[in-house]
């Protein structure tokens, strides 16, 4: 949730999300960026999450506790959840071969999408191998700020 909600941020003010997702053919998929599951987005992550948390568990022991782990996460999930996608999402294999969306604008999802598995790998990986009460309670803190500032968006919007 903290880093998909940190690089949804930024890359939502230098890609320009509210004019690109307003537009077609990116109008034909996205929500506006005012609509209220975009504002929903980052606390629906818990569920996103669960299913991550799930999968990775039982591979755990495979990047975890190695060398360069975070790297072998990276190349999991990128390779997963965002190259090899089980139908044409923009940016994929398949999105690029059989959409047609322009496949420069599909590769502007990379400037967001790349940094935010790079840090959530990065992080995981951290995280268990220093494990330290500070990150918890800092992962905790950021949580329910994001979780606040969701529901603030939401409720500004109904």
């Avoid at 230098?14 to 109008?27: D, H, Q």
């Avoid at 609509?35 to 948390?53: E, H, K, M, N, Y």
């Avoid at 997963?80 to 604008?105: M, N, Q």
Wanted: net charge positive; hydrophobic share 55%.
């Amino acid at each position: 949730m903290i880093t998909y909600f940190l690089m949804g941020i930024i890359a939502s003010t230098i890609l320009g999300y509210k004019e690109m997702f307003s537009t077609p053919p990116m109008s034909y998929l996205m929500k506006p960026i005012d609509s209220t599951w975009v504002a929903a987005g980052p606390i629906l992550q818990v569920l996103r999450g669960l299913v991550f948390a799930i999968a990775l568990w039982i591979i755990k022991d495979s990047f975890l506790f190695k060398n360069r782990g975070w790297l072998k996460l990276w190349i999991l999930v990128v390779s997963l959840s965002i190259l090899s996608t089980a139908g044409p999402t923009p940016g994929s294999i398949e999105g690029i071969i059989y959409t047609k969306i322009p496949v420069l604008d599909q590769l502007k999802g990379y400037l967001e999408i790349l940094p935010q598995t790079f840090l959530f790998s990065v992080g995981i990986y951290f995280w268990y191998r220093n494990p330290k009460r500070t990150w918890n309670i800092l992962s905790a803190v950021l949580v329910v700020i994001i979780s606040m500032l969701s529901l603030l968006g939401m409720l500004a919007l109904i």
